[in-house]
């Protein structure tokens, strides 16, 4: 169809030069963005690569501050942990989660000794402590929920205790954000905030994570009784809302990019600080592109994460954080 107001109206006008598009810019991308996961592991002075994505580290707790000391100086908001915990001290009830010394515990002490101001994220789940994989206790096969719960809410406090600033359930049980939130509130830690992994759909992107985890080799079965079908979205604003009445001050949308659709619909619905997880199945398609040559490295990293921006994202959990924020700076 001929567009009548052709010639008058010429969109390319507004892209003839850069201050002009700098200046109808819809969405920007700032450092205030990002949150940076990262994986502390056990032993001393311990830098060990993960093989599925290139560039991602798992460190030991005497190299932590160092690690992420880059990080605090770029201006980076707040990182995320999770734990690599050793075979010895996985079992099937996932106690290692509440030792008050386990390495998110500790991290968290020497991070916020360290950087007062860097805010912390605690990956609040079981997955990272059973020897079965599992982000639950496992009977019979079956993942229990109201007995999970429990565990979860000690998790978390124990997590609060040690100076962790948002407590992130990424488990996908029912009713455990308003279960963490009472738990919070009881014992003193009402600012803590609950960023809820609100919509976690049971995806094949997350296999680098749990080789970062050496969860891989433990998993039985899968996960879709309790993580979402990746043919739903009606459920996931379902998700969302039930999360926001418990008690969640910020959601989650997980995988990211895959899911661009759920983020938008929960961000239009909600208008809540909505963020989404680019998690380690993305990062790994596009690392490894780069590394062959197939994308420009700088470009990709920057619209990718522009992507979740144009979707209604307040922030985004990426492993090209550190990176990221570089060219952020560069390009302002």
């Known amino acids: 169809m001929i567009n009548a107001s052709y010639p ?21 991308l700032h450092v205030d963005d990002l949150i940076w996961p990262i994986f502390v592991c056990d032993g001393h002075n311990q830098k060990q690569p ?11 707790l005497d190299n932590v501050v160092e690690h992420v000391r880059p990080a605090v100086e770029l201006g980076i908001p707040a990182i995320a942990l999770f734990p690599v915990t050793p075979l010895s001290l996985r079992q099937s009830d996932g106690k290692e989660a509440l030792n008050p010394n ?8 020497l991070l916020k000794e360290a950087f007062p101001e860097l805010g912390l994220i605690g990956d609040v789940a079981l997955d990272p402590y059973t020897d079965h994989g599992h982000d639950g206790l496992v009977q019979n096969g079956h993942i229990l929920n109201d007995e999970t719960v429990a565990i979860l809410t000690q998790q978390a406090v124990n997590q609060a205790k040690a100076g962790i600033d948002i407590i992130a359930p990424s488990d996908m049980m029912d009713g455990r954000v308003r279960a963490i939130r009472e738990a919070l509130d009881q014992h003193g830690f009402q600012t803590t905030r609950i960023m809820s992994y609100a919509a976690k759909y049971a995806s094949a992107f997350y296999g680098p994570f749990r080789d970062a ?10 996960k879709k009784t309790y993580q979402m079908d990746a043919s739903n979205s009606d459920e996931a604003l379902r998700e ?15 995988p990211g990019m895959p899911y661009l659709d759920i983020i938008s619909r929960v961000r239009r619905e909600f208008s809540m600080p909505t963020f989404a997880y680019q998690v380690s199945g993305e990062y790994a398609m596009l690392a490894m592109a780069m590394q062959h040559g197939l994308l420009d490295r700088d470009k990709t990293i920057l619209e990718s994460l522009m992507a979740f921006k144009r ?11 550190v990176e990221a924020a570089r060219l952020i700076k560069e390009h302002s």
């Not at 993960?50 to 030991?60: E, N």
């Not at 386990?102 to 991290?107: E, H």
């Not at 985890?213 to 899968?222: E, P």
């Not at 009445?245 to 997980?254: I, L, N, P, R």
């Open 50 to 60: 993960v093989k599925a994505m290139p560039g991602v580290m798992r460190v030991s």
């Open 240 to 254: 969302v809302a039930l999360d926001i009445m418990e008690g969640a001050d910020m959601v989650m949308v997980k």
């Open 8 to 28: 008058h109206t010429r969109l390319r006008r507004n892209r003839h030069d850069s201050f002009t598009r700098r200046l109808v810019a819809e969405n920007r």
């Open 102 to 109: 386990n390495l998110i515990c500790q991290a968290a002490r």
């Open 213 to 222: 985890l050496g969860s891989n080799a433990l998993l039985s079965g899968d």
């Open 311 to 321: 979707a209604g994202c307040n922030g985004v959990l990426t492993y090209f954080a």
